[in-house]
């Protein structure tokens, strides 16, 4: 008998029920006598329901050990009351196991997890490589799955065969680069790159199994640099580079036309001649030029004579020195044969003489220079003496003076802790209050808009040309958000966090000088603190759930029907955490995808909840490792709920990945956001361009700053920076706009050119870099930097061209920048009779305004709308929670479920009705549920919020050939629905 571990395990059992002479030896090692047909799928499923031997649903693979990663087996049985593994046929190693039923078909299923270290590998002697192999035991006998492999994965540094250096072919003609990859485990995958880009074969461009580079016919634009790279599991190896030059001998031009023969001078021509060019094609990168002659002649054209060109005679000697201690020499200029006399360059040259008088003059003349200067700075110091004593004599006096005011117990400068109003009589709490004195005198040109001031100010250090009146510290004046329910972390943390002060000069880091402006009088039950608004919304529901949506930020929540309990009602909050603080401090590599989202508060569900957050990863290329990190709303430690492609039965969040959002199907309300590793170096992230500058004053002629905004490509990283620019009273240059940022290490290159007349960039400041690690591992939600112009002639308009790329990609994004001084906009406006006075709104200049925009202008005007309804004060305005109605009834649902949920032979049931809507990517996350159908509805409630979503769900479930569901959609909703 032999024996066969790669035998289906299903296919064993069929064989024990047909009583084909199957026997169990003492390792549970399965042996047959005879071959048997293979049974049908309608037989696996009657064995799995009805056989009392353990079934293998999963056997291990084969695997590698990386770096000193273990290689994970996995195993998976049904019918099994233990699941273990032994490797090389006796040593048991240490096992995970945990088992759930099927709730298909109520098979208990068992699954065991083991690690294999490296160690392991490399203690084992044996003659064949290292293998384990999983054994499944139950009361009725015990069957061992097939042998797995594990392996060390490695791949050595040096190729076996480089390429060479420097390829030199001609134009259509072949050339093959020859590349062996270095010795690995496993074999290595090899491919090339040309220009640092990953070369893409085509018609003429092939690379052959062997790993060579093949191009059949040579085109000018094969010129390049080529690299031969060979990957596996275990590392990344790169051959040194080679450059391949595509050269073009050059060729005659048609004969012209028969002309005069004569020469320069002469009346009277003799014969003709024609003349050629070497231009097709004309000769490069190294190409012969054209063999022959250019001219030919008739007998009687002869050849001008030669003429001698004008040329400059030998230097003269050096003359005596000078009584400016200098000496000369010069040379005349030789006229040519014709008599012309031209020659370039100069007749005379000078010099400095070394001779010890010379020497004693410089001395002098030092000595000289010397005693003016102390004598200059005598003068300063003794000015500076006289300064510094009138600063101190002033000072004095401005410090008494405050000192008196300070006594009066004004509460402009008082923080909130030292407010006693036991203490003062009532006209005093009255006059006494936490606003700033807004009719203080501001400066012209800078206008500091006083809007609500509900909010934080945040600027850079480094910014000097926007005034703050002078406030109270942030963190003396703390604010909680008071809801019915808990909604974030205490004000003490978030005080700690705003008094942090970045002592970086670099010009691009991030504004964290904080001035925190006392908040209005709110409802108690909507108070919430600007350090953590955001975009925030809030509902009371029901069991019947509700959808709360943020539809500026493409944020939703959608709560099904049933997710709360029956017996009370609960308040629910749905907000983006935009304050810097809330960000996760990441890993190395490691890069925010998404806004902080947070929902609460944390209360126990009945059913799972749906959860859209927008994202800006490039997921086109399956570049990403993509994980969804998830928070407690009452402390900040961060924990990893799911990573695509690695989710267990024990994963308690299913993320639906779609191309800009991303929807988490959750039973948890907190605070979730998606981050990304890059799989294989070539991640590609979307961001954000924003460039905001001041008012153009033709009063002032101090510099202009403007300030570039690199932000993560959502919906709602704006919020931010519009609600600082507003404060500022910045205005919006052009419309926002994305650029691509790949992985690799490359900067964020930034440059300002094209100035107009009258203005210019700072000497070395008109290019700016962003180091890579500070986008992709970005701590802020603000993160720009700053360029200054300067006005040299009070030019009343200005314009420039920013131009953003990646340092050695193509891409490039250009903002062409057009301002006008207000007074020429105000004689435009009047002579037309048009005259905004919107002050405040911030303007594009000469440009079509996109979505960002007027979502810009939309916000400066900040036309407040006060809603009885779900009311929220942020530093957006008001939100509101959306009316909703689920397009699905509790009945409807319940018969749609109780059609799909059962499974059928042909498998049209909950899991083709997944795939079919594109949610089967981890499709044993529904079959954990006890309605798989209803928690995919849900997911499709939340995911399609079109009108015609239920035609759409119609004509799928035509495809599927389930009538029954088709006509219980038709009975339910009416003839008329569609």
Not at 449 to 473: C, G, I, K, M, Q
Not at 788 to 802: D, H
Not at 952 to 965: G, S, T, V
């Amino acid at each position: 008998m032999k024996h066969q571990p790669h035998l289906p395990a299903v296919a064993v059992i069929f064989l024990i029920s047909l009583q084909v002479g199957v026997i169990c030896n003492q390792d549970g090692a399965l042996l047959e006598e005879q071959s048997t047909p293979k049974p049908t799928p309608e037989q696996d499923e009657s064995l799995l329901l009805n056989s009392d031997l353990p079934i293998f649903l999963a056997e291990p693979q084969n695997a590698f050990v990386v770096k000193g990663r273990p290689a994970t087996l996995q195993c998976r049985a049904a019918h099994a009351l233990s699941l273990y593994f032994k490797c090389n046929g006796a040593k048991k190693i240490e096992t995970v196991e945990n088992w759930f039923v099927d709730p298909q078909n109520g098979v208990r299923i068992f699954e065991a997890d083991a690690n294999v270290t490296r160690k392991m590998v490399e203690e084992f002697f044996g003659k064949e490589k290292f293998k384990c192999e999983c054994y499944a035991w139950s009361g009725k006998g015990s069957i061992k799955s097939q042998p797995a492999t594990v392996e060390i994965a490695y791949l050595k540094r040096q190729f076996e065969a480089n390429p060479e250096s420097t390829y030199m072919v001609e134009l259509g003609h072949q050339v093959d680069l020859k590349c062996v990859a270095p010795a690995g485990m496993p074999p290595p995958r090899v491919y090339w790159l040309r220009g640092g880009q990953i070369l893409q074969s085509d018609t003429d461009v092939l690379v052959t199994s062997e790993g060579h580079l093949l191009i059949g016919q040579a085109r000018a634009q094969d010129t390049g640099n080529y690299t031969c790279v060979a990957e596996n599991i275990a590392a990344k190896r790169m051959a040194p580079t080679s450059q391949i030059l595509v050269f073009v001998n050059g060729g005659w031009s048609s004969w012209s036309s028969w002309q005069d023969c004569r020469c320069p001078g002469a009346t009277l021509a003799a014969g003709k001649m024609s003349t050629r060019t070497c231009t097709n094609p004309a000769p490069s990168n190294g190409g012969k030029s054209c063999q022959g002659s250019a001219i030919r002649r008739t007998k009687d054209c002869i050849p001008c004579p030669q003429v001698d060109p004008a040329r400059w005679s030998a230097w003269s000697e050096w003359s005596e020195c000078n009584q400016d201690c200098n000496k000369i020499r010069k040379r005349e200029c030789i006229p040519s044969s014709e008599g012309r006399k031209t020659c370039s360059g100069k007749d005379t040259q000078s010099m400095k003489c070394t001779t010890d008088q010379c020497r004693s003059v410089e001395l002098t003349k030092v000595r000289e220079a010397n005693i003016q200067n102390t004598q200059n700075d005598i003068l300063l110091y003794i000015g500076l003496t006289v300064a510094i004593f009138l600063v101190c004599f002033l000072s004095f006096f401005v410090i008494k003076i405050y000192r008196k005011k300070g006594q009066h117990q004004s509460l402009y400068n008082m923080a909130s802790n030292d407010y006693h109003p036991e203490f003062f009589p009532d006209p005093d709490k009255k006059s006494l209050t936490l606003q700033p004195d807004v009719t203080q005198t501001v400066p012209p040109c800078y206008e500091y808009p006083y809007t609500n001031p509900a909010s934080s100010v945040t600027r850079s250090v480094s910014e000097h040309h926007y005034d703050v009146p002078h406030l109270t510290s942030g963190s003396d004046i703390q604010m909680s958000p008071a809801t019915s329910s808990t909604l974030e972390s205490s004000s003490g943390k978030r005080s700690q966090l705003s008094g942090f002060t970045n002592n970086s000069d670099s010009t691009y880091e991030v504004a964290t000088d904080t001035v925190t402006l006392p908040i209005a009088t709110l409802p108690t039950a909507y108070a919430v603190t600007p350090t953590t608004s955001g975009n925030y919304t809030s509902s009371t529901l029901s069991n019947v759930g509700g959808f709360l949506n943020l539809s500026e930020s493409s944020v939703s929540l959608l709560v099904p029907e049933g997710a709360l309990s029956r017996t009370r009602k609960q308040e629910l909050f749905l907000s983006i955490l935009n304050e810097d603080c809330f960000r996760p401090k990441l890993a190395e590599g490691l890069t925010q995808l998404s806004p902080v989202v947070s929902c609460g508060p944390n209360i126990s569900l009945n059913k799972a909840v749906v959860l859209k957050v927008p994202h800006c990863a490039e997921i086109t290329r399956n570049n990403w490792q993509i994980s969804i990190l998830q928070s407690d709303c009452s402390d900040s430690q961060w924990q990893n709920a799911a990573t695509l492609g690695q989710e267990t039965i024990n994963t308690n969040v299913f993320c639906q990945l779609d191309k800009s959002s991303a929807y988490l199907v959750t039973e948890s309300l907190a605070r979730y956001v998606i981050v990304g590793r890059s799989a294989n170096g070539a991640a590609i992230k979307r961001l954000k361009l924003a460039v905001f500058g001041p008012k153009l004053c033709f009063q002032s002629s101090g510099d202009y700053s403007i300030r570039v905004y690199v932000l993560e490509d959502t919906d709602s990283s704006m919020e931010t920076v519009f609600g600082q620019e507003k404060r500022l009273g910045g205005y919006l240059l052009d419309e926002p706009r994305s650029i691509t940022f790949q992985d690799g290490g490359s900067n964020l290159c930034l440059s300002v050119d094209n100035v107009s007349d009258g203005w210019g960039a700072k000497p070395s400041t008109n290019y700016q870099e962003i180091p890579f690690k500070h986008l992709w591992q970005a701590n802020s939600n603000s993160l720009h930097c700053s360029f200054t112009l300067e006005n040299y002639e009070l030019s009343r308009l200005l314009n420039f061209k920013l131009r953003v790329n990646q340092k050695g990609f193509d891409y490039i994004q250009v903002f062409d920048i057009h301002c006008k001084d207000d007074g020429i906009e105000l004689a435009e406006k009047t002579s037309s009779g048009k005259f905004n006075h919107n002050e405040f709104v911030p303007k594009t200049c000469e440009t079509t305004k996109s979505n960002d925009s007027r979502k810009g202008v939309e916000y400066a005007k900040s036309a407040k709308r006060l809603d009885t309804k779900n009311m929220i004060v942020t530093d957006r305005g008001v939100s509101t929670c959306d009316d909703f109605n689920f397009r699905l009834s509790k009945t409807l649902r319940k018969q749609l479920c109780q059609c799909l949920d059962p499974p059928t032979p042909r498998g049209n049931d909950w899991r083709m009705l997944a795939h079919a809507l594109k949610v089967d990517r981890y499709i044993n996350f529904f079959a954990t549920k006890p309605s798989p159908t209803d928690c995919i509805l849900d997911l499709w409630e939340a995911r399609h919020r079109s009108s015609n979503a239920l035609t759409e769900l119609k004509q799928i479930f035509n495809e599927m050939e389930r009538f029954d569901a088709v006509n219980v959609l038709d009975n339910s909703l009416g003839p008329n629905w569609l």
